[in-house]
């Protein structure tokens, strides 16, 4: 059977665009394409065998299909050649039982989606092994490209860099100077990459790169190439994978340019087409207070749409004021019955601390998601007996700074409430055993409160 997939205007203008061509916009309208996949191609497979054929496929090591993204690869870019894909085993990470955390929020069914854990420690690798992989194909086809490049708040470049590394493809990429952690700015560098620190915020990189990829031989690599909702689509199947094809009654998840969350609608819209499951979950996209366009959108209804300056946040990488996808995103929100959330900067911070001690090590984006979840089961929104998945978009330890201001107290304009300090002692035996004591005492306490 042969599957195919196409570029086409998410406002219905006429035309299918081949995705080897080299273009980001509709040419009749402007707006963003989507890629469309030949859907009465994928029914000929009835939902049994698509669902044995990716359970098949889970974490096998058959080149590229032990890969999350590509075990999925007729859904993604079907015609693709196996070697010129680019993958790291991205995908397939782990569904965390938050058993700990979810009694403390009165959850009985709570689970974390660690896409954190994955070659460069965010979720941006999913997006970008099918976005170089296309790439890679359209180089062997003849096509002349230089370099890739995109504009990034630390997670897309340091992805960019490393699977644009890995295939030997020249990569650039743009960075709001000082707004990215040390760990984040690091990546491209050690990759290889052209690192351009640009005196301004994400939205003037990203006004910046446009500019630069005006050019057809540097290739966009940002979300507002469909390509890589592709990949980012594929999160929506593996938690449904990981549940035993069940369906979660909620997604919450952290948002900034609204690629994700289109992704994550994209991959349920599917999966249901095609008969893998039979309702879809409510999704929740929780922003940070300090750059909450959607969130103010949300309360109007989604009648009104104002981009913002977005102020400075801890959550860096969705320090966004002017979201590209964000006519996808309100129709995600819509079709999947979404509410959207904000937390303050405090609020974030003591969710993310007070999570870690539970046994994840989150990211500050995730710790908005979880004190967005938070409010909603205050709120009743989200019932106690309803499973719930959280999406944690990156990897704790980008972030190890803030975490350790944190811990020492010197975040600024936060008052930790879970700080854990190094006890300095002499190698007193005594000393020791002590603090021993007095740390297991202190935990039994904490313990009873929390229940
Ligand atoms: C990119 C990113 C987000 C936001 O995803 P969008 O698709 O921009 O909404 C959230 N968290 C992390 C860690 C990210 O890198
Ligand atoms: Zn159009």
Redesign the pocket.
């Known amino acids: 059977m042969s599957y195919n997939a196409w570029f086409q205007c998410i406002n219905g203008c006429p035309g299918q665009f081949s995705l080897l061509e080299i273009m980001y916009r509709c040419p009749s309208c402007g707006d963003l394409l989507e890629v469309r996949h030949d859907m009465a191609a994928l029914k000929t497979r009835a939902a049994a065998a698509w669902i044995k054929l990716f359970d098949d496929r889970y974490r096998q090591n058959l080149y590229p299909y032990g890969s999350g993204v590509w075990a999925k690869k007729e859904w993604v870019v079907p015609f693709i050649d196996n070697e010129n894909i680019v993958s790291t085993f991205e995908g397939n990470t782990n569904l965390f039982w938050a058993e700990r955390y979810g009694k403390q929020l009165h959850l009985e069914d709570l689970w974390v989606k660690q896409c954190?854990n994955s070659h460069t420690g965010?979720?941006?690798d999913l997006g970008m092994t099918v976005l170089v992989s296309v790439v890679k194909q359209m180089m062997a086809d003849g096509m002349p490209i230089d370099a890739v490049a995109c504009a990034s708040?630390?997670?897309?470049s340091a992805a960019l860099a490393a699977y644009g590394a890995a295939a030997g493809i020249p990569t650039v990429v743009f960075l709001p100077r000082n707004k990215v952690s040390p760990a984040q700015l690091v990546q491209p560098l050690a990759n290889g990459a052209l690192v351009l620190s640009l005196d301004t915020d994400f939205d003037g990189c990203m006004a910046a790169v446009q500019q630069v990829t005006k050019h057809k031989h540097i290739y966009l690599a940002n979300?507002m190439n469909s390509l890589r909702i592709e990949g980012?689509k594929t999160i929506a199947i593996e938690i449904v994978q990981q549940c035993d094809w069940e369906v979660p009654d909620w997604v919450v998840l952290?948002?900034?340019?609204?690629?994700?969350?289109s992704?994550l609608g994209k991959g349920f819209l599917m999966m249901h087409e095609l008969g893998l499951i039979s309702k879809l979950p409510r999704i929740c996209v929780a922003q940070a207070e300090n750059a909450n366009p959607f969130y103010r959108a949300f309360l109007t209804n989604f009648e009104r749409f104002e981009p913002i300056t977005a102020k400075e946040t801890l959550?860096s990488?969705?320090q966004?004021g002017n979201?590209v996808?964000i006519r996808k995103a309100i129709a995600t929100l819509q079709r999947f019955e979404g509410v959207v959330e904000q937390a303050s900067e405090s609020e974030l911070a003591e969710e993310t601390a007070r999570a870690d001690r539970t046994g994840m090590f989150n990211?500050p984006?995730t710790g908005v998601a979880l004190a967005a979840l938070r409010k909603l089961v205050e709120r009743k929104v989200i019932r106690s007996h309803e499973r719930v998945v959280v999406i944690s978009?990156?990897n704790g330890l980008k972030f190890a700074d803030q975490k350790i201001a944190y811990h020492a107290g010197t975040l600024a304009g936060v008052k930790p409430g879970h700080q854990n300090r190094p006890l300095e002692l002499s190698a007193d035996p005594k000393q020791i055993a002590a603090a021993i004591s007095h740390y297991v005492e202190r935990m039994r306490l904490l313990d009873s409160v929390n229940g």
């Open positions: 954190g965010s979720f941006k708040t630390g997670d897309t979300s980012q952290p948002g900034g340019n609204l690629g994700n969350v992704a959550a990488a969705i966004i979201p996808s990211c984006h978009t990156a």
